[in-house]
């Protein structure tokens, strides 16, 4: 396995495919780099070298018990596109991997950065606050680490129903996909899991949102029940100079596995990296 180690101690895992102008993806909570991997094929084998990583605690990384925080998710990635020396990137960050993204550009700017590509992804802040009345309660995440602590394979079981819209009329998700979530997800560490809720809920990216000045292209379905549009893409698109919202009517959180907006996703995907 490809792996490098982080100046703290930590391994992590990454996948390196192909060759040409790096695409870099950075997953969603609680998966890992596989959930990539029909994008990765996609943009290999259109002449991109596709790069992913499994985010400290999750798939084949270490599993520390310190670092599971959203300013060292950004730092292990910084750490990654140097090891690899990846320049004129783009980024992709879907879920909490677009936190990560953005919290690298924050932490890091744009120096080897082309472009970005976030997807229904959790900035600017899912949290409900006064000053953010469209976040989701503190009581949704609560019952997050809940499930997560008393039995986290079945919570992951439930959770896949919602991730792909498998509970609304006309789904065509399969058994297979949400065994592939259960199974991904299982492969996240305890500690790892529990801590990387507070940070894909409740830390804030505004700043950071601000620091872009790269084309950004900001996808989300309006029917995400994971990270609601309007307390997320929506308010990034505001807040991100030079993005582009593409707004995927019906389409769950993670769209990019499901038909027919897989299909979608991908046309819009090549389209931009090609841009």
């Known amino acids: 396995m490809a792996t490098f180690t982080t100046t703290d101690g930590t391994e992590i895992f990454y996948k390196d495919w192909g060759s040409g102008r790096p695409v870099v993806f950075s997953h969603g909570w609680p998966l890992n780099a596989d959930a990539w991997d029909d994008q990765m094929k996609l943009v290999a084998a259109a002449g ?44 992709v960050g879907h879920s909490t991997g677009g936190g990560e993204v953005t919290r690298y550009i924050g932490r890091h700017g744009t120096d080897r950065v082309a472009k970005v590509l976030l997807l ?60 592939a979530f259960w199974f991904w997800s299982m492969q996240v560490g305890l500690k790892g899991a529990f801590d990387c809720v507070k940070q894909f809920s409740e830390t804030d990216f505004t700043e950071d949102l601000k620091r872009f000045d790269v084309p950004t292209l900001i996808i989300h379905g309006d029917d995400d029940q994971i990270v609601p549009f309007v307390a997320a893409g929506k308010k990034s698109a505001k807040l991100v100079r030079d993005s582009t919202l593409r707004v995927y009517p019906g389409a769950p959180h993670g769209l990019f596995a499901v038909a027919p907006y897989k299909d979608e996703f991908h046309a819009d995907l090549l389209a931009f990296l090609n841009g």
């Open 48 to 91: 991109f070298r596709a790069v992913a990583h499994d985010r400290r605690g999750h798939g084949r990384s270490g599993q520390p018990w310190q670092g599971n925080d959203m300013d060292t998710y950004a730092d292990d990635l910084a750490q990654l596109m140097t090891f690899l020396d990846l320049r004129d990137a783009a980024l």
């Open 120 to 179: 229904g992804a959790v900035p600017p802040l899912m949290l409900k606050t006064d000053a953010n009345p469209e976040g989701l309660p503190i009581d949704v995440f609560d019952g997050i680490r809940a499930g997560v602590a008393a039995d986290r394979s079945q919570f992951y079981k439930d959770l896949s129903e919602t991730f792909y819209g498998a509970n609304r009329a006309g789904s065509t998700v399969s058994q297979g996909i949400r065994d």
